[in-house]
C-alpha cells in the first residue's frame, strides 16, 4: 500500500496543496487531475521521493519512503513527463541502457518483445532521432514491461500517441492491474480500463 498523509506542497512562495491524503491498494489505479500548476507533477515526485513535502508524510508498506528507500525504488517505476529517450541511440540501445541504470539488465529478446507488445518490434535498431514523437514515447512505455515493479507512477504516459498506441497501453495498464500491480498517473486524456474503476485526487 502506498499512503500519503497530510501532504502539503510549497513551491518558491506559493502553496500549492495541503493537507492532502491519498491511500493507493493493490489492483488500484490512483488518477491526479487539476489544471495545469495545481502541483500535479509534483506530487507525483513526492510519491516517488524525489521532492520532499512541505509537511506530511508518503509511506509504502506502513514504512515511509525514506526509510524503506532501497526497498521501495526496488518496487517502485517512475516514468516522468519528458519520454527522457536519447535521439542518438537506436530504440534497443535506450532501453538497453534505462534497463542496466535501473540494475535490472535485460536481453535483446526481452526488449524486442516488449518493444513489439508496443507494436514497435520493427524499431528495434532504429535511432530515436528518427522516430516520431509517439514513437519515442512508446520506446520509453517499453520500460514498464521490462521492470518487476509492483507500483507505476506515470506523468502523462499518454501524451502524443494515437488512438491504436493510447488503446495499447491501456490495456497494458490493465493487464498490470489485473496482476495486483498498482498505478498512479496524471493525464489529460481520458482513461476507459474494463473492470477499473479509478480513484482520484484533485488538486485546484
Request: some cysteine; overall charge neutral; aromatic content about 4%.
Amino acid at each position: 500500500m502506498l499512503e500519503g498523509k497530510d501532504l502539503t506542497c510549497v513551491r518558491g512562495e506559493r502553496t500549492l496543496f495541503s493537507h492532502l491524503d491519498f491511500v493507493l491498494r493493490e489492483g488500484e489505479l490512483l488518477l491526479v487531475q487539476g489544471a495545469n500548476g495545481s502541483g500535479k507533477t509534483s506530487l507525483l515526485r513526492m510519491a516517488c521521493g524525489l521532492l520532499a513535502p512541505e509537511f506530511g508524510e508518503i509511506s509504502w508498506r506502513g514504512e515511509k519512503i525514506g526509510a524503506a528507500r532501497e526497498t521501495y525504488h526496488a518496487e517502485m517505476i517512475y516514468f516522468g513527463h519528458a519520454p527522457a529517450v536519447k535521439e542518438d541511440l537506436s530504440a534497443f540501445e535506450n532501453l538497453d541502457l534505462a534497463c542496466r541504470l535501473a540494475g535490472a539488465p535485460a536481453g535483446r529478446d526481452d526488449v524486442k518483445g516488449a518493444l513489439g507488445h508496443l507494436g514497435l518490434g520493427h524499431c528495434l535498431d532504429l535511432p530515436a532521432k528518427s522516430l516520431s514523437q509517439g514513437q519515442r514515447r512508446r520506446v520509453a512505455l517499453a520500460r514498464l514491461l521490462l521492470t518487476r515493479a509492483r507500483l507505476w507512477i506515470l506523468d502523462e504516459p499518454l501524451t502524443a500517441l494515437d488512438q491504436a498506441a493510447l488503446q495499447l497501453v491501456q490495456s497494458l495498464l490493465g493487464e498490470h492491474l489485473s496482476k495486483g500491480g498498482m498505478v498512479m498517473l496524471t493525464t489529460h486524456q481520458p482513461v476507459a480500463i474494463p473492470g477499473v474503476e479509478p480513484k482520484t485526487v484533485q488538486l485546484c
